[in-house]
């Protein structure tokens, strides 16, 4: 029996233990899911590290055939929505799950901690495993996918943050304010010097050496922009 099979053979089954609890008293159903629930806890905890690996393998190879047979299910689609929905208004209303939860994800509980996931995965649940994730992760965010597909212009020169402004002072007398852009600048003009004006007289001088000066700028409405030769 496949992934697919198990998971359709697996999905009869519930809907057909649903059927039953739905078709009893709401005390019934109280009790039977909270007694269901009792035995799964118990049942997992009691059963071998090899035991539980081999099952949480099956499990997810299981769900995942069950996902992908819903996905053009615009009905199913709405419940897992709704579901997600009411299941996290339940924990943001509810501090004491709130907080369970938090310290379920963080520092060394977080299943990640440490850890490469690829390698994890890996480690866990084989290489064909892993290399699915990997490829999954890949195609998520390769080509258009990506945010910043063919939008580099949009973080270059001074739209990028961490860009520096800088005044500089020539000796043929030419002075240039690069606004993020002294990095092209440096590359362009400067790489005809050796060593480099920057790098042996640093971003903050205090007066003018051998005909340089360079100054790094923190606000750029201090600088009068008339006096200088803009560079783009």
Known sequence: ?????????????????KKTVASRSPKYQKSINKTHSINMTNYWKNISDEKR?????KNSITLLAYYKSKRGDVEFQKKLKE????????????????????????????????KNIYNHLNEKYGKERADEYRKKI????????????????????SKNGRAINVIIHMPSGEKYLCIGTFKKFSKEILSKFKPQPHRKYGYNMSEDINGWF?????NINDVNKNNYILYE
């Open 138 to 157: 890949k195609n998520r965010f390769t080509g258009e996918k990506n945010g910043m597909y063919k939008k580099g212009y949009k973080i270059s020169g």
């Open 1 to 17: 029996m496949n992934g697919e099979e198990y998971g359709k053979y697996i999905n009869k089954r519930v809907s057909s233990w």
């Open 214 to 218: 360079i100054k790094k700028i923190s």
């Open 53 to 57: 690996a081999e099952l949480s393998t």
């Open 83 to 114: 579901r997600a929905r009411k299941a996290q208004e339940t924990i943001e209303n509810n501090p004491e799950i709130r907080q369970r939860q938090k310290e379920a994800k963080s520092g060394e509980n977080n299943w990640a901690y440490g």
